[in-house]
């Protein structure tokens, strides 16, 4: 297990340890805890928590390059689809607020082709960063409507 993915791992725990023992916490009183949680405001690691798990788990496709929780951005590797071998991927996702909005992330992503035996720069269709910034935005929400549900 690579170093980032270790300290990932680690970080991911710690929150959801916090998380379990603030919910415990609630339960000794005769008040009811709100669900209410703060506009999807979850700082335990620097950044909104849902749109960070969101990021991970979309672009995990890809080998890890490095992730920072506190600063917000994820790095992947070049990756290649096995069945298009010929091209490849790099990807950045940003997330730059600790509110769940669509304004708070940022994908961005880098593509080669190969051209007689070395990489070369080809362009990336606006279509599929946005895509991307669709489908971690969508997994976030479903993490957040979960974590209320409960």
């Not at 916490?25 to 928590?49: D, F, K, Y």
């Not at 994908?107 to 946005?130: I, N």
């Not at 489908?135 to 409507?145: F, M, N, Q």
């Amino acid at each position: 297990m690579t170093r980032a993915k270790h300290a990932l791992l680690q970080t991911t725990r710690a929150a959801l340890a916090i998380g379990a023992l603030a919910s415990l916490a609630a339960c000794g009183g005769r008040e009811r805890p709100t669900t209410e949680l703060q506009s999807a405001q979850i700082n335990t690691i620097g950044v909104n928590a849902f749109l960070w798990r969101a990021a991970l788990d979309t672009v995990s496709f890809a080998p890890l390059l490095s992730a920072d929780s506190s600063g917000g951005v994820i790095a992947t590797d070049w990756y290649a689809n096995p069945n298009n071998p010929g091209e490849r991927v790099k990807l950045t996702v940003t997330i730059l607020d600790q509110d769940l909005r669509a304004d708070a992330l940022r994908v961005a992503a880098s593509r080669q082709v190969s051209q007689g035996g070395s990489w070369v720069e080809a362009p990336v269709q606006a279509a599929t960063v946005q895509k991307l910034e669709d489908i971690i935005l969508t997994k976030a929400r479903d993490l957040r409507r979960k974590a209320l549900a409960s």
